[in-house]
C-alpha cells in the first residue's frame, strides 16, 4: 500500500511540474515573433529588404487618386494593380468610370483636364487641342509611353482570305473596297465594323495612322465595344474589324488575320502554328507574336501612355510615380503577362 501511495504523490509531482513549465511557457508565448519560412534553420534576423517596403518609387505619395480612361487597359489593370496596391500600400488607386460618356483614352483625357482624375491611362498620344484645353484652366499635359501595343484584325472564322495590306485596310474603312473579292476573297460584301470615334483612343489612332484621317465610309457600322464588336462578328460572314492585340488574338470566336505593308510580307498577330476556330478551347489559343510586335516587323503598333498633368501638384507627383513604378522591371514584366509588350 505505501508503495502505491508514493507512486500516487510522485505522479502528482510531476503533473504540477509539467503544468508550471506549461504556464511559464504560455506567459511568454505573446512576446515571441513566429518564425517565417526564410527564418528557420538562420539564427540571424530578416534582412530590411524583407520586411520594407518594396515599392521601388522613392516618391510615390499618400492618398486615394482617382484614375481612368482606356479600355485597351483593362487587361494590364487586372494584373498590374493588385500587386502596385501590394507593394505601396499608401498610394491607393480608385478607377473612376465616366457618368454620361463611353469610357477611352479621350473621355479619360477630358476627364483629366476638368479635373475628375488625377492621371489618365491612353492608347494614343494628347493633341494639342487638348493641350490648349488644359491650358486654359491652368496647367499643361503631358505624356510618358510605358508599353507597347499592336492593332489586330479580326474577320469571320469563315472568311478564307490569306490577310491584307495596310493600304488595302484603309480602302476597306474608307470605303472604296467593298467586296472581299477585290482583295482576294470570296464574293461577299464587307462589313466594317468599329468604335465610335469619340472616346476610344484605338480609333483615333487608326484614324490617323492607317486612314491618314480620312473620313470612315458610309457602310461602316459603329458599336459600343470590342465585346458587342467580336459578338457581331461572329454572326456576320462578311465582317471585319480592328482593336488591340490582346482583345483580338486569343477569341475563339473571330480569326485574326495577318497584315503587311506589300502583300508579299504579310505578318501575323499571332504565333504559328495557327489555332483555328474549331480547336480553339480554355487550353489551347491562338498566342501574341511578341517578336513582331516589338520588333516593328508587324506594320501597325503604338505606344501605351500615362497621361500626367503638370501642375506642381500632388496630382502630377501621382501621375509621375505611376508612370515610374510601371516601368520597372518588374511591372514591365506584368505588362507583358497581361499581353503587351515592354517599352524597356
Do not use: H
Not at 263 to 281: E, F, G, I, M
Amino acid at each position: 500500500m505505501s508503495n502505491q501511495k508514493e507512486t500516487i504523490k510522485l505522479s502528482l509531482a510531476l503533473i504540477a511540474s509539467l503544468g508550471l513549465v506549461c504556464a511559464i511557457l504560455w506567459s511568454f508565448q505573446k512576446y515571441i515573433t513566429p518564425f517565417s519560412s526564410n527564418q528557420i534553420g538562420s539564427n540571424t534576423p530578416p534582412s530590411p529588404s524583407a520586411t520594407s517596403n518594396t515599392c521601388q518609387v522613392s516618391n510615390m505619395p499618400t492618398g486615394t487618386f482617382n484614375y481612368g480612361g482606356s479600355t485597351t487597359w483593362a487587361a494590364i489593370r487586372g494584373i498590374v494593380e493588385p500587386v502596385l496596391e501590394s507593394s505601396c500600400p499608401q498610394f491607393i488607386l480608385r478607377y473612376t468610370q465616366p457618368v454620361n460618356e463611353k469610357p477611352g483614352s479621350g473621355t479619360g483625357i477630358k476627364m483629366l483636364i476638368e479635373n475628375q482624375l488625377a492621371f489618365s491611362q491612353s492608347s494614343r498620344a494628347i493633341t494639342g487641342e487638348e493641350n490648349q484645353k488644359a491650358q486654359k484652366i491652368g496647367f499643361s499635359i503631358t505624356e510618358i509611353p510605358v508599353a507597347i501595343d499592336g492593332i489586330a484584325i479580326a474577320v469571320n472564322p469563315d472568311l478564307n482570305i490569306p490577310g491584307i495590306t495596310v493600304a488595302q485596310l484603309k480602302d476597306i474603312y474608307t470605303g472604296k473596297i467593298t467586296n472581299w473579292q477585290q482583295v482576294g476573297g470570296a464574293n461577299l460584301a464587307i462589313t466594317p465594323i468599329s468604335r465610335t470615334q469619340a472616346a476610344s483612343g484605338t480609333v483615333e489612332f487608326f484614324v490617323d495612322n492607317v486612314l491618314n484621317k480620312q473620313d470612315f465610309g458610309k457602310n461602316v457600322v459603329f458599336i459600343d465595344t470590342t465585346t458587342e464588336a467580336l459578338q457581331k462578328i461572329a454572326a456576320t460572314p462578311g465582317a471585319i474589324y480592328y482593336a488591340s492585340a490582346p482583345e483580338v488574338v486569343p477569341q475563339c470566336v473571330v480569326k485574326p488575320i495577318p497584315v503587311g505593308r506589300t502583300s508579299d510580307k504579310l505578318v501575323a498577330p499571332y504565333q504559328n502554328p495557327y489555332v483555328p476556330p474549331s480547336a480553339c478551347n480554355t487550353n489551347q489559343r491562338n498566342q501574341l507574336n511578341a517578336r513582331a510586335f516589338r520588333t516593328g516587323e508587324y506594320p501597325i503598333t503604338r505606344n501605351l501612355f500615362v497621361i500626367v498633368k503638370q501642375n506642381g501638384q500632388i496630382d502630377q507627383q501621382a501621375g509621375e510615380a505611376y508612370a515610374n513604378w510601371l516601368l520597372t522591371p518588374q511591372a514591365q514584366a506584368l505588362i507583358e503577362k497581361a499581353g503587351f509588350f515592354r517599352i524597356r
